[in-house]
């Protein structure tokens, strides 16, 4: 099992990024795949999820209405779509996978399999 995170970067308050999370090794279509963060001396954050089966989602109230969070089945890819960055926004992001879907998506010990991460940075 492998999930690999890309799309991370240095972006301005205001600017978006397009994270990606490949994943492998699993029959994707029946995973959740959720996004976490985690900032400096900050516990690890739930921020998004979707299921793969029925394509229900959920975004934590610190993100919703900025980043959206989608799925291509096909290329076994999740993405998470961030605009309106703020510097809050900083952290090392993680996208993690979960069988079955969670009831509680923003539990980290709702997850089977994770990402190594990526790096955001808002810069203000």
């Known amino acids: 099992v492998q999930l690999v995170e890309s799309g991370g970067g240095l972006v301005q308050a205001g600017g978006s990024l397009r994270l990606s999370c490949a994943a492998s090794?699993?029959?994707?279509?029946?995973?959740?795949i959720g996004w976490f963060r985690q900032a400096p001396g900050k516990e690890r954050e739930g921020v998004s999820c979707i299921s793969n089966s029925d394509g229900s989602t959920y975004y934590s109230d610190s993100v919703k209405g900025r980043f959206t969070i989608s799925s291509d089945n096909a290329k076994n890819t999740v993405y998470l779509q961030m605009n309106s960055l703020k510097p809050e926004d900083t952290g090392v992001y993680y996208c993690a996978a979960a069988l079955p879907p969670p009831s509680r998506p923003y539990y980290s010990s709702s997850y089977d399999y994770w990402g190594q991460g990526t790096q955001v940075t808002v810069s203000s």
């Open positions: 090794g699993f029959t994707f279509d029946d995973y959740a």
